[in-house]
């Protein structure tokens, strides 16, 4: 599962271990907290409702900021752009 294993790297960069950790644990122990499936491998518990969360090339080049409040969710901008948060437009 190479591409699960970037992405869950790329996402103990952005939340940390201990919460990652924390999901995974739990999709493995049957909540639906976790599910990764590639090549007809799975691990962890899908969701109830059957509906597949397809991961694009916009979730993979997200990122996190620190005290992001979601605002820039669905927007196509950095959480860390002038307009939104008044600090800067680089991203940190």
């Known amino acids: 599962m190479p591409e699960i294993a970037e992405f869950v790297r790329s996402l103990r960069d952005a939340f940390g271990d201990d919460v990652i950790d924390d999901a995974v644990r739990?999709?493995?122990s049957g909540e639906p907290s976790f599910y990764?499936?590639?090549n007809e491998r799975s691990v962890g518990t899908a969701t109830p409702s059957g509906i597949a969360w397809?991961?694009?090339d916009a979730v993979r080049d997200r990122h996190f900021c620190a005290g992001c409040?979601?605002?820039c969710v669905g927007q196509a901008i950095s959480?860390?752009?002038a307009?939104?948060?008044g600090?800067?437009?680089e991203k940190r």
């Open 83 to 85: 307009w939104l948060c």
């Open 79 to 81: 959480c860390c752009s």
């Open 69 to 71: 409040g979601g605002t």
């Open 54 to 56: 397809r991961v694009t």
């Open 87 to 89: 600090t800067t437009s």
């Open 36 to 38: 990764a499936c590639e």
């Open 26 to 28: 739990g999709g493995k």
